[in-house]
């Protein structure tokens, strides 16, 4: 298939980036939420296919209490066992001081944060409350630019929230502005549940992005509801560069057939590759990735990209 | 859920429709393209139940020849069947003269041609050239305007071709153009592969809005790719407000778990609803009638928002 014979820029409603930059979380934010523990050695395999494929930036552990997250256990290791590659950037999720002196050991130099937008997700979800949380985060970035590590900050149910419905935007962009005050090289409003909607992703990057520039802002969608992909192209629209994805859809709820949680990285890099929208991400070698995660989570991949090029059917009567 | 707390005006990139029609074409392109055949009573009562959940045009039959297409062999007896509701348009495709008869006397008020934009796929599908098909095009929107039947013609292919391609838009936008010449009262873009991107939507529809108006145009979107409701998303911005869809995404590629073809009415209503768009139409009634399309296609639909809100499934660890 050729490229669309019109100019990209006849089409280009709003901003535009020329270039994206995909964060794969499937090793951490995928694997934390599959029913099977991945041996280190495949967690390795997987990552640094990762990066054979032209992923630049890897959520590759996450460095919390074994008990809690028994699946990332092998934190330390896994990050010891990563080749140091020019230009890819080998990032850790931390969820206190602990976890920070332990990706600090770890020799890690990108490090994220995580907290809620809302008062009872954060509760649920880390024990305590966003006041305290962003307490801990003021520390921790402090601490980061010190010892020169860049740090970005997830603001988890930055649209809808399980518990406490629609957030109110004007909190987020509050909140979003007090961790760049306390030096946060990145935020990264997170549509944990899958609910936000274009309308939704529009309005609060825009605000943000006004405020704070493009280049400092990300968007982590959910497939839930199927808008993954919409809410991408609509903060594409306002500027924005910087979208997580998981390899295969990883972390998608996997008790219920065909129902999807993180947005497959395929199908973003889909998306940008067919606007014009430079990823460096190679979309065939990426599905041979999306193959070895089949074998592990013995699942078909949730990706669309992936069905539609590498699942065989019979075709189907077309008329319309 | 509420609503968002913004003004949605602050947030319509582009032009935006306040209301949009969905045609729900499951009765027609979604039951055709599956592996059973439904008995008529339950057809009716399909259709029945769409448009008590407040959808206002369905695709309800093809007057096609029965060797043809098994599935719609009783076409006359579809439409006998069915009440008629003021301000319901009940729609039949015909694929010619003897269908147009067919249609005519069976009481149709309303009725669809098919046509390709590529030579390939017309011959493929129709069994003729582009031209010949333009052709009985021409004489049938004739003998409709005299009869007083609305006519729309789909364009099937008008983004990218199974057999050659992605096509070249200027074709397209000359090929709707003679259609409203010859007295179409409405074109239908059909990306029956499921391959257009936003860019390449947006792009045909501003078009030929310019030349047309928005109003007599409409969409039909596969979700093969994950595409579809970015692809509505980017027509409503240029001002489309009528889209086809299928109840329960019927007519997806049954030999592939998960594979879709017709994007699922529930989720495109669900897309509209989040943008503050009127469709008319009761989501949760609309669930309902999936439901029903569950328990006699045996399938699991593949509505995104069906999925999530009438699965069971245990709740998964969620971090970001």
Redesign the interface.
Known sequence: ??????K?E?????LWPERVTIMD?GPR?GL??EPYMLPTEQKIRLISGLVDAGVKCIQVTSFVHPKV?PQMADAAEVVAGLLPRSGICYFA?IPNEKGYERALAAGLRHVGL?LSATETMNQK?LNMSVPQSMAIAKRLLQRAKSDGLTVRV?V?VA??C?YE??V???KVIAQTEELFRFGADQV?L?D????A????V??LF?ETRRRHGGERLAG?FH?????A??N???AM?QGIAFF?ASIAGL?G?????????NTPTE?VV??CR???VETGIDLEKLCDISELVRTFSGK?P????Y??TR????D?????
Chains 1, 2 share one sequence.
């Open positions: 298939m050729g490229r669309p014979m019109f990209r006849d089409v280009r409603t709003g979380v934010d934390q939420n997250v999720l995580v979800n997830d988890s649209f809808v399980a419905g629609v109110d935007p004007q990264c997170c944990t549940t899958g609910r909607d274009p309308g939704q529009a309005y825009a982590h497939n839930t509801y199927d808008m992909i919409a991408t192209l609509a629209q997580d972390g709820c996997p008790y219920s057939p065909g129902a999807t949680g199908d889909y998306l067919q606007m014009g078909l949730p990706s669309a990209y069905r539609a699942v065989k059917q019979t189907g009567l077309v008329t319309t």
